[in-house]
Nanobody, 127 residues
Framework: QVQLVESGGGLVQAGGSLRLSCAAS????????MTWFRQAPGKDREFVAAISRSGGSTYYADSVKGRFTISRDNAKNTVYLQMNSLKPEDTAVYYC????????????????????WGQGTQVTVSS
């Protein structure tokens, strides 16, 4: 089992940047594909970005492509989400999640595919 703790959320003006972190503890971090999802008030949880366990494959939602970057440091057991050019519609609670996989290139975009979730961190973008 792995425990996930997100940090780095906050209030930022439109056009600004934030970097979210998700620290993992427990089992070997490098065995997990990782992802970021977000959920705005009154909306379903939506996929943001995913990264394979090796870090060699990434995938982004169209709404964040070119603005957000997912990365990981397996030595630090941490996955990051660098968010640039933030928009008010990016306001949401951001969650990281982990999926145990044997594949070095596997990335998943559906929430039900992930085994473990963090508690979330709030990101608020003011206009």
């Amino acid at each position: 089992q792995v425990q996930l703790v997100e940090s780095g959320g906050g209030l930022v003006q439109a056009g600004g940047s934030l970097r979210l972190s998700c620290a993992a503890s427990g089992r070997t971090f490098s065995r997990y594909a990782m992802t970021w999802f977000r959920q705005a008030p009154g909306k379903d949880r939506e996929f943001v970005a995913a990264i394979s366990r090796s870090g060699g494959s990434t995938y982004y939602a169209d709404s964040v492509k070119g603005r957000f970057t997912i990365s990981r440091d397996n030595a630090k057991n941490t996955v990051y989400l660098q968010m640039n050019s933030l928009k008010p519609e990016d306001t949401a609670v951001y969650y990281c999640a982990a999926k145990d996989t044997y594949s070095n290139s596997y990335v998943a975009t559906k929430s039900y595919e992930y085994d473990y979730w963090g508690q979330g961190t709030q990101v608020t973008v003011s206009s």
